[in-house]
């Protein structure tokens, strides 16, 4: 099966939680299947320089292909790029195998645990875990994380609670915040209490406070993650599939496995890491900041069920594009 075109589509989808900016990638065969993926930004430049590498290479060496734009294309110029034609051929594999990703990639169930990633805590859709955002107003982040607290306390016990610094703080700056919220809450972990690259830094915050320390979404490949490996300056290694692509994410969550790590997995349009997390040795969760994760411009085949991410029976990555909506919400 050659590959003979690919194609890439910068548009806006409105979701549930606003509108954002994507980029359909499509791998295109010789035998008329096609596989997709749908990423934050815009990668239409990176995706159709990298995509250039794949024409007459045989679609079904997906590990290969990703070694070989590895290795020929300059590091950092075009890794997103590269996540993007990673994740469409892994959708193109499943559908010559007419089969889920999950499948494919040799899963036993199509379900994962998820938890709710929120701005504001007024809309929790059911779940039985959720992370936010902190760091701006001590206060503030007392009440919103009692007013989480109290919620979940109805439907888990004990709620499981997790915050993001995102960066915004220092060390120093995220122990003293997280030790004043552990006074109340238990904390299953903090995320991005340094910057993702900074081991010693996140080393410090693992050892000054009771939760995990959670960190990796901006880093890409095995080599990147491995001083904290080295230095088990993390707790639980996070993945984002849009740095990287599905064959990194796998390798780094077998690489986490052998340090007895768990693994998150940051969100992603669409939901389609479930299929990443229910195909993972030990998946502890999945971000999702939409669970209905469906706009106007795609379909999603994976539902959220009781705290569960179901990555269901549709073939490939379950994704089904509205080439109508696609077109006038497109970029020129």
Not at 19 to 29: A, M, N, R
Not at 137 to 142: E, G, K, L, R, S
Not at 192 to 207: I, M
Not at 263 to 285: E, K, R
Request: one cysteine or more.
């Amino acid at each position: 099966m050659k590959i003979t075109r690919v194609e890439a589509i910068a548009f806006r989808n409105a979701t549930g939680v606003g509108e954002s900016l994507s980029t359909l990638v499509e791998v295109h065969s010789d035998q008329g299947l096609s596989g997709i993926s749908v990423l934050p930004g815009d990668l239409r430049s990176q995706a159709t320089h990298a995509g250039r590498l794949l024409i007459g290479e045989d679609a079904r060496g997906v590990l290969g292909l990703h070694k070989l734009l590895l290795d020929a294309l300059p590091r950092g110029q075009f890794d997103c790029g590269i996540s993007a034609l990673d994740v469409a051929l892994w959708d193109l594999k499943a559908k010559l195998l007419d089969e889920p990703l999950w499948r494919t990639l040799g899963g036993s169930r199509p379900r994962v645990n998820a938890h709710a990633a929120v701005f504001d805590p007024v809309e929790l859709s059911g779940f039985r875990a959720i992370k936010l955002q902190v760091g701006a107003d001590d206060a503030a982040d007392m009440s919103r994380l009692q007013l989480v607290h109290d919620v979940l306390s109805g439907r888990t016990r004990p709620p499981v609670l997790m915050v993001d610094f995102q960066e915004k703080l220092s060390a120093k700056d995220a122990v003293r915040l997280t030790r004043r919220l552990e006074e109340r809450f238990d904390l299953t972990w903090v995320e991005e209490p340094a910057q993702s690259w900074d081991s010693a830094a996140l080393k410090y915050v693992s050892d000054s406070v009771r939760a995990a320390v959670c960190a990796g979404e901006k880093l890409q490949t095995t080599r990147d993650f491995l001083p904290h490996f080295r230095e088990r300056s993390l707790d639980v290694v996070e993945i984002n599939i849009a740095h990287g692509g599905i064959t990194a994410a796998l390798e780094v969550a077998n690489c986490a496995f052998g340090y007895e790590l768990a693994v998150v997995l940051s969100a992603v349009p669409g939901n389609i890491h479930a299929h990443l997390g229910a195909a993972m040795p030990y998946c502890m969760s999945l971000e999702i900041i939409d669970a209905k994760a469906s706009g106007t411009v795609f379909e999603t085949g994976v539902e959220i069920v009781d705290g569960w991410a179901v990555a269901g029976d549709r073939s490939g990555l379950g994704l089904e594009i509205d080439r109508a909506a696609l077109n006038l919400r497109a970029l020129a």
